[in-house]
């Protein structure tokens, strides 16, 4: 039998262990990290550029607003420790984790039974109220929410119809390197065509606001929400997002060749 290799990202559940991380590569990184709420216990931060620099494009990077996608915070952490980009190329800001008590107790929703992502329509709940208070006057040259899904059959990406040339084809090619794309060609309800389902937004497609449509109406061109399958091994899922960043960073907003 070969070797088998161990898991990477072991403590994913573990909040506390992500900051300490996080504190560490925000040095690094030229990057200032900025309490800015507290939920069920937890402090909430966001990790932004110490210096930007006017004319660089910005970033906007997002995860864990489900808690049982632990995935996608471990993705955003090795994305900004490994990348070349930073801390010269552009600026970013970064939401590591949005629901730290659903992160620590594997729970999609809040410790008040909320799913997070569908409450960005109004003032009710005092952190995702905060996260919009933070992004007051921000513009972002490019948009990503990282997620993962347990019914997905692999990769695949909500894309909001705005600015072209459109991304998540090219994304899902850098994703495939690691995991399958979902074929299906219904998603969530949805139509969608080799891992792509994109959606035209309008303020009343759902009454409930998720996190991306705060962003695209107010914040950005180019909105989109990756899902990898949950039920795939974690450091697949973690690769297969880094990878998307990484792809959509140099492509979008440095025009940069593969």
């Known amino acids: 039998m070969g070797r088998v290799q161990p898991i990477r990202h072991q403590r994913a559940h573990d909040y506390g262990h992500l900051i300490r991380r996080w504190r560490s590569v925000a040095r690094q990184r030229a ?145 495939s390197r690691h995991l399958p794309i979902d074929l299906r060609r219904t998603i969530e309800g949805r139509s969608a065509r080799a891992g792509v389902v994109r959606r035209t937004m309008r303020p009343d497609s759902m009454p409930e606001h998720p996190e991306a449509f705060v962003l695209f109406f107010n914040h950005t061109d180019r909105a989109l929400t990756i899902e990898t399958p949950s039920e795939a091994h974690i450091d697949a899922r973690v690769a297969a997002h880094v990878a998307i960043v990484e792809r959509a960073t140099r492509r979008c907003l440095l025009a940069l060749p593969e």
Do not use: K
């Open 31 to 175: 990057l200032q990290l900025v309490p800015y709420a507290s939920a069920s216990g937890y402090e909430l931060f966001y990790a932004i550029t110490r210096r930007p620099v006017e004319g660089r494009p910005w970033l906007y990077l997002s995860a864990g607003i489900h808690g049982d996608e632990p995935a996608a915070t471990e993705a955003c952490l090795e994305w900004a420790a490994s990348t070349s980009l930073l801390p010269n190329d552009i600026n970013v800001m970064l939401f590591p984790c949005l629901n730290p008590w659903g992160l620590v107790n594997n729970r999609r929703t809040d410790a008040d039974g909320r799913d997070l992502n569908r409450t960005y329509h109004n003032d009710s709940v005092p952190q995702t109220a905060a996260h919009r208070a933070t992004l007051q006057g921000r513009r972002f040259g490019l948009a990503l929410a990282l997620h993962e899904d347990y019914d997905a059959n692999g990769v695949y990406i909500y894309e909001a119809r705005g600015a072209r040339p459109y991304l998540a084809e090219d994304l899902l090619d850098a994703a």
